[in-house]
Structure formats: C-alpha cells, structure tokens
C-alpha cells in the first residue's frame, strides 16, 4: 500500500511543476479551440538547442566515465529498443484491423526515444534534486537506432515474403504479378533474405537525421573540445525555458493527432495507452539489472525507464517516412505523438516512485 501512496504523492508534486504543467496547460488551449501556434522553424530550433545541451552534457561526463559504466547501459538500451519492437511485432501487428507494415512502424516509433520526453525526464530529476549520469544522453542513439533498424528490416522483411508467395501463387495459376512497392524495389530481398546493404542504409539515414546528428555532434564536442564555458553560460540556463516552451507545443501536437486516430483501427488506441507504460517497466527492471551490475544510479534507472516508455517524434517518423513508404502515417506518427508521448511524459512521477521504492532516490 506504502508504494501506492508513494506513486500518488510524486504525481501531485509533479503536476505542480513546470514540465507537465505546461504539457498539460498545451492540451487543455488546443481542447478549447485556441488559436495559439508555435512557428515549425522556431520549435525545430528549441529541439535542435536541447539535444544539443543533452549532447555535449553527455560528452563531457563520457571522457571522465569508465568504460565498463557506460558499455552495460548501452548495451541494456540497445537490447530494450529491440525487445519493444518485438514485443510490437506479437501483440499490435497481429491485431485485427492493423496491417504488419503499419504495426512495425508503430513498434519501431515506440522503441525508438524521444528527446522531448527524456529532457522532460531530466528536468524533472533535477527539480527533484536527483543525481543521475551525466552520460546518460549517450544511451539515446543505442537504443533509438537499435529499434529503427530493427522494425524496418522486420517490416521489409514480411512485405518481402507476402510478395514472394504472391509471385508464386500467380505463377502457379499462370498469371502474372506487378512487384509491390512494399519491397522497396528490391531493397529488402527475397523470401525473408535482407538485402546487402539494407541495414546500412537504415543507420545512415538514422544517424544523417537532424535529432540523431544534433545530439551525435554534441557528443563529439563534449568528447574531444572543451565546450564547458558555453555550456554552462548557455545552453544549461536555457534549458528550462526551453523545455517549458516545447511542452506547450508537445501539448497542443498531442491533442490534435488524436483526431488522426479516427480513421485506423481502435487496437492503436489501446497501444498507444498501455505501451509506454509497459515500455517503461521493461526499461525499468533492465535499468535495475544495470545497476546491480555497476552500480548504475537511481536517476538513471527512471531515465532509462523514461527512453522505453518514450516513442519518436523527431528522428524516427521520417526515416519511417523514407524507409517504409507503404506504412500509414496517421497509424504509427498519431499513435506516437497524439497518444504515446503524453501518456510517457505523465508517467515519469511513477518510474520515479518505483525506482525510489526499489534502489532509493
């Protein structure tokens, strides 16, 4: 009963706090019918500017960082971006209504991060003055890529093997068959064989991304310049008004890609609910694993926890876009950004109360 109280006294004390209150106060003007609008230029640039921060923050704490502290967690994100797109690939691409193609997709936004999410993570640790690893925006490319890649290879992969067995049925009468364009012209093979080259192309296109190649940079910068000076005088008092301002917007996507979810199946809905959620258990036992391993902090459990339950909003739709043409966006981006995302962000109160029930925050 004790961890029921606990879990209810964070949520409050977090529904006071900035991160969701704007959130919260987004959804609620785009509810009423306010008009209010936030240039794509000007919430491409806060975006840009948080990744940025998270990236060079983590670059910094890499070059003091053991190898061994930062290989496990790595390793555990990549294995929990895989492990959600699997999951995904058992229960939402076999639901009824849902076609394979758009439940990979939907799967792979949901494995893959959000920066948005994780910053909110972030500021809601600190303003709870919880220390967690200053590389822990290192783990976003694992497991973002790790789950890209793998639902795009697996949706090629089926859209491959229906094509083929198509190809042999028309055969087989006699007639004959116009390759699908699901195939990608050939990119992802035969009769469930990846093509040479597919997977490589996946990650380059991931890494080329503007969010992946945003926080890769600032990565680089923190591993080998000495970006302290700017960062502090900079980026880190920035922070916070920034993200205040991306919740609002994050608030007001969020409510209007709910009216895409009109027009496909109810099983997204469903997902779209109940996935970050069990995500961000999934990432929560694994970050519990990592810390029994090498002491991995309370603050990077729930950060963990925050980047399974978290789904793409930024790099992840147009490699979906570019990858999987025959995919529905209203599905898998709707889905994600309508449903996903503030369901993840209202439920970091609970990761952190799990965790500080767990390990001690």
């Not at 690939?89 to 936004?109: E, F, I």
Request: charged share 10%.
């Amino acid at each position: 009963m004790d961890i029921f109280i606990d879990i209810g006294a964070t949520i409050v004390a977090q529904m006071q706090k900035p991160t969701l209150a704007f959130l919260i106060g987004g959804m609620m003007i785009a509810a009423l019918g306010s008009k209010l609008e936030v240039p794509e230029p000007v919430y491409r640039f806060i975006v840009i500017l948080l990744l940025l921060k998270v990236g060079i923050g983590a670059g910094i704490s890499v070059r003091q960082t053991n190898f061994v502290e930062l290989a496990v967690p790595a390793l555990l994100a990549a294995g929990v971006g895989i492990a959600i797109v699997l999951l995904g690939r058992v229960t939402l691409a076999r639901l009824k209504g849902v076609s394979q193609m758009d439940g990979m997709a939907t799967a792979g936004l949901f494995g893959a991060v959000s920066a948005s999410t994780l910053a909110a993570g972030m500021a809601m640790l600190d303003d709870a003055g919880v220390a967690y690893e200053g590389f822990i925006g290192a783990l976003y490319p694992f497991m973002d890529m790790a789950a890209l890649v793998t639902a795009i290879v697996l949706a090629r992969l089926a859209a491959a093997r229906r094509a083929s067995t198509a190809i042999g049925t028309a055969t087989a009468q006699g007639g004959t068959m116009v390759r699908s364009r699901a195939t990608g012209g050939g990119g992802g093979g035969i009769g469930g064989v990846v093509a040479p080259g597919l997977v490589r192309t996946i990650l380059t296109d991931t890494v080329r991304s503007p969010a992946i190649s945003a926080l890769l940079l600032g990565l680089a910068l923190g591993l080998f310049a000495r970006p302290e000076t700017v960062y502090e005088s900079f980026y880190e008092p920035l922070f916070r008004g920034l993200l205040s301002v991306l919740m609002l917007i994050m608030g007001m996507e969020a409510w209007s890609r709910l009216s895409e979810l009109r027009g496909v199946a109810h099983a997204y809905l469903i997902y779209g609910l109940a996935a970050p959620i069990v995500h961000g258990l999934l990432g929560l036992c694994v970050g519990l694993v990592a810390h029994y391993l090498t002491g991995f902090s309370g603050g990077g459990i729930v950060l963990l926890a925050v980047m399974a339950a978290s789904s793409s909003d930024i790099s992840g739709p147009p490699t979906m876009r570019a990858a999987l043409p025959d995919a529905n966006p209203s599905a898998y981006v709707g889905t994600s950004t309508g449903l996903g995302t503030p369901v993840a962000i209202l439920a970091i109160p609970v990761f952190m109360a799990l965790a500080d029930h767990f390990v001690g925050l």
